[in-house]
């Protein structure tokens, strides 16, 4: 069968979709995952990245 990866996701954080504010975690291709936030870009470790409640998920296929 297919097999896919998680490759990115948006994170929202606050009560609701409305108000809050959004942050993107992508993995580089080093395998690294990198959190952008505003102007500010900072790696994250995947425990961070798969703790999150994601509002959404992309996954690339392998």
Known sequence: G???ELVATITHIGRDPSRGHYV???KHVE???LRF???S???VGQ???LHDQA???FYQQV
Do not use: E, F, M, Q
């Open 2 to 4: 297919r097999r896919y």
């Open 47 to 49: 425990n961070d990245v």
């Open 55 to 57: 509002y959404v998920l």
């Open 24 to 26: 993107a975690d992508a």
């Open 41 to 43: 870009v900072s790696v």
């Open 37 to 39: 936030d505003d102007a």
């Open 31 to 33: 395998g690294r995952w």
